[in-house]
């Protein structure tokens, strides 16, 4: 058979494969596309390797690429490999790979935002534009050693950070090994103690908070959405961005979707008369949005993760708890008036482990009506008194 002329190549219409050399092909896909395929056999396996469209490449330089991939094979070595380390990525470039294979088991939001940021500020400027086969452990010590003790718990993320993203560059053949793994140990200080556990408001201080809460001067959508998150037990995520498709008014129940539970499953809350009331409040603010805590200053937006801690902030009661401290304080509640424990676990949406676990399949629902509404007569002054919050 004659090899196909740069004029046959171009005059070429129908689907299919047409060869022109040993091991080349002038490949026409269904649309029409042309491009230049190499058929080989590495170690016993075949092979198609792509060697770029007809239009950018011209049939001399696709017969000049293919031979000398052949030339590799018959000497032992394998062009793709060669391939592979001609594109090697900057760390950058792999760094976004990596964001990108990870995005879908991220439900949390400000987790995937975060993960790109820390990079961006720690990383980036110092070898965010070398090729990953490149970076050596001193360099990823350059990285880390700022900010390994000044800011331990970045400097650890950091770390996992740039970890990860060599081991998907270690998974694709780009380095051999990952530096920033355990080899680094040694010359990495010993960090100093992390914090175990929230700032969390003593049980019997809540209602005086609240009441300090509610003569502040915070914005009554975070007054309301701070109550919201005492009473309910909740995360701070899970409140702020509820909307009113997720209250049935009529069950005084609120369902929350599994995609914004830590979790990742659905999750109901039964609403105690002083929640109801924080509802019946906030619905005019939301101006008939979607939204139940909709931001004042964007009304089209949710009120922002600080919102909350901000008022925490201005009355001072940041120094005793964090927003999320505050479902500690409910838990304390629960041990010491002897609730039991599988209500309380149920109510904070934890996920139970064990044993226990695999057994413990209901939600106590009804249940948990009864202990909600316990501790939201508890919070609003043991007599079920409900307190409306002014702007």
Same mark, same amino acid.
């Given at each position: 058979m004659n090899r196909l002329t740069v004029t046959q190549a171009r005059a070429l219409k129908n689907r299919g494969m047409y060869r022109a050399d040993p091991t080349l092909y002038l490949n026409i896909a269904s649309g029409g596309s042309k491009s230049w395929i190499q058929r080989l056999t590495i170690n016993?396996?075949?092979?198609?390797?792509?060697?770029?469209?007809?239009?950018?490449?011209?049939?001399?330089?696709?017969? /000049?690429?293919?031979?000398?991939?052949?030339?590799?094979?018959?000497?032992?070595?394998?062009?793709?490999?060669?391939?592979?380390k001609a594109r090697v990525p900057s760390f950058r470039e792999a760094s976004k790979a990596?964001?990108?294979?990870?995005?879908?088991?991220?439900r949390n939001a400000k987790v995937a935002?975060?993960?790109?940021?820390?990079?961006?500020?720690?990383?980036?400027?110092?070898?965010? /534009?070398?090729?990953?086969?490149?970076?050596?452990?001193?360099?990823?010590?350059?990285?880390?050693?700022?900010?390994?003790?000044?800011?331990?718990?970045v400097g650890r993320k950091v770390r996992q950070r740039v970890r990860a993203t060599l081991r998907w560059a270690e998974a694709h053949g780009h380095v051999q090994t990952n530096?920033?793994?355990?080899?680094?140990?040694?010359?990495?200080?010993?960090?100093?103690?992390?914090?175990?556990?929230?700032?969390?408001?003593?049980?019997?201080?809540?209602?005086?908070?609240?009441?300090?809460?509610e003569a502040s001067?915070?914005?009554?959508?975070?007054?309301?959405?701070?109550?919201?998150?005492?009473?309910?037990?909740?995360?701070?995520?899970?409140?702020?961005l509820a909307e009113w498709s997720e209250i049935d008014a009529v069950s005084a129940t609120w369902t929350i979707p599994g995609s914004r539970m830590k979790n990742g499953t659905e999750h109901r809350v039964p609403l105690s008369d002083a929640a109801v009331e924080v509802l019946e409040q906030a619905r005019p603010l939301s101006g008939g949005r979607a939204l139940v805590f909709r931001s004042p200053r964007s009304p089209n937006r949710a009120l922002s993760d600080m919102s909350l801690t901000k008022v925490l902030r201005t009355t001072g009661l940041a120094e005793k708890t964090v927003v999320?401290?505050?479902?500690?304080?409910?838990?304390d509640w629960?041990?010491?008036?002897?609730?039991?424990r599988e209500l309380a676990e149920a109510a904070l949406a934890h996920t139970v482990g064990g044993v226990e676990g695999a057994y413990f399949r209901s939600d106590v629902f009804e249940r948990r009506r009864v202990l909600m509404q316990a501790w939201a007569d508890f919070v609003t002054g043991g007599t079920g008194t409900v307190v409306r919050m002014h702007a």
């Open positions: 016993g396996r075949r092979h198609d390797i792509g060697l770029g469209s007809f239009e950018l490449v011209t049939m001399a330089e696709a017969r /000049d690429k293919a031979f000398q991939n052949r030339r590799i094979v018959q000497a032992g070595g394998n062009p793709l490999v060669e391939k592979r990596t964001f990108e294979a990870n995005r879908p088991r991220w935002s975060n993960w790109m940021q820390q990079l961006e500020r720690h990383a980036f400027p110092i070898i965010g /534009d070398m090729p990953v086969d490149k970076i050596g452990r001193e360099d990823v010590l350059r990285v880390l050693t700022p900010i390994w003790t000044s800011k331990p718990e530096v920033a793994g355990d080899a680094i140990d040694g010359a990495l200080p010993r960090q100093p103690a992390v914090k175990a556990h929230f700032r969390a408001l003593p049980y019997r201080e809540i209602g005086t908070a609240l009441a300090t809460v001067g915070a914005s009554l959508a975070a007054k309301l959405a701070l109550k919201f998150v005492v009473l309910t037990a909740c995360r701070s995520g899970e409140v702020r999320h401290g505050l479902r500690s304080t409910f838990r629960c041990a010491d008036t002897g609730k039991p």
